[in-house]
């Protein structure tokens, strides 16, 4: 079982910058797949990044890259994610989820525990 907490949502203009935290507890953080997710009101959840724990990798979606950097600190179990350059279609309800699955899964169907969610708002 893993716990998984999310944190550093809030509401910023255009062009601004957040760091959202997840922070992992419960079994071991090890041979997992982090991913950030987000889900934009009305439409359904979608990736953002990918990291695997092992090995580091990471993938992000087409709209994230050259803006977002995932990344982690695995001496305290937490995973963070940094964005820059917000836009308000930014704006979304980011999850952050593990999955049992290594080599990128992207579906949400891949990840088994999730996080409760954190709201990030950005206006024009």
């Known amino acids: 079982q893993v716990q998984l907490v999310e944190s550093g949502g809030g509401s910023v203009q255009a062009g601004g910058s957040l760091k959202l935290s997840c922070a992992a507890s419960?079994?071991?953080?090890?041979?997992?797949?982090m991913a950030w997710f987000r889900q934009i009101a009305g439409l359904e959840r979608e990736v953002v990044a990918v990291?695997?724990?092992?090995?580091?990798?990471?993938y992000y979606a087409d709209y994230a890259k050259g803006r977002f950097t995932c990344s982690p600190d695995n001496t305290k179990n937490t995973m963070y994610l940094q964005m820059n350059n917000l836009k308000p279609e930014d704006t979304a309800v980011y999850y952050c989820?593990?999955?049992?699955?290594?080599?990128?899964?992207?579906?949400?169907?891949?990840?088994?525990?999730w996080g409760r969610g954190t709201q990030v708002t950005v206006s024009s």
């Open positions: 989820a593990a999955s049992m699955i290594i080599g990128s899964p992207q579906s949400p169907r891949d990840f088994i525990w």
């Open positions: 990291l695997g724990i092992d090995d580091g990798y990471v």
């Open positions: 419960g079994d071991t953080y090890r041979d997992k797949s």
